[in-house]
């Protein structure tokens, strides 16, 4: 059963830091790995998706890598500003044809003006 | 990208009462729609996979006779939380396929907030 763990579980930063944030997974047979961002009492927006043949996937100033083999990835935020602050989930898609999500319990980022 | 509407945003009941949140894509055409339920500082955990025409899917451990799910047509899917208990009380979140995208992409809705009393 896959299992995705995201650590740290909150992070508070002040603003104009460069922070990371980690995810892993048990079950290196995974189709995709995607990112998302989620405000509070809100639904969920894509940020980034790396297919399991790829490595890094780069949006703005966000920078997501993927290391299948060790089970994990981690998400790049440059130079933090207090609207990146929201929970960021990891969530990944298995092979095998399902299209099932298996969400990690996500960082809640606090970044301070 | 393609927009994922769900109704209510909130709801509060009391407890014993039937709730039905309804989940629609409002520009696109979803065969495939999924139903999450979040409970506070937890993991997104799916409930049941929908498909237009055809009875939901359940995971392991939900209860089918519970929690309802008509996907009657293209664009909206419903869950019905039957005889809800305060247990049942949770953020539930809705989200689609678009076939025109890649199988991955999921578009997300706003959620739906539960409070059973």
């Known amino acids: 059963k896959q299992e995705v763990t995201q650590i740290p579980a909150a992070l508070s930063v002040p603003e104009g830091e460069n922070l990371v944030l980690n995810c892993s997974f048990t079950d290196s047979a995974i189709y995709n790995l995607q990112w998302f961002r989620q405000d509070p009492g809100k639904g969920l927006t894509s940020l980034l998706l790396i297919q399991s043949s790829q490595r890094e996937q780069t949006s703005g100033r966000l920078n997501a890598s993927l290391d299948k083999s060790s089970g994990r990835s981690t998400l790049y935020i440059a130079a933090s500003q207090p609207g990146d602050s929201a929970t960021y989930l990891c969530a990944v898609t298995s092979q095998g044809g399902s299209e099932k999500l298996v969400f990690g319990k996500g960082t809640k980022l606090t970044v301070n003006p | 990208g393609a927009v994922v509407s769900q109704h209510p945003s909130w709801v509060i009941c009391k407890s014993g009462t039937s709730v039905k949140i309804e989940c629609r894509s409002l520009?696109?055409?979803?065969?495939?729609m999924f139903w999450y339920r979040q409970f506070p500082k937890q993991s997104l955990m799916l409930m049941a996979t929908?498909?237009?025409?055809?009875?939901?899917?359940?995971e392991q451990g939900v209860e089918k006779d519970k929690f309802l799910i008509n996907h009657a047509s293209l664009t909206l899917s419903t869950l019905t939380v039957t005889s809800a208990h305060p247990e049942d009380s949770s953020f539930y979140i809705c989200s689609a396929r678009d076939p025109r995208a890649g199988r991955e992409t999921q578009y997300f809705g706003p959620g739906t907030r539960l409070l059973v009393l």
């Open positions: 520009d696109f055409q979803a065969t495939t």
């Open positions: 929908s498909n237009e025409g055809s009875k939901a899917t359940y």
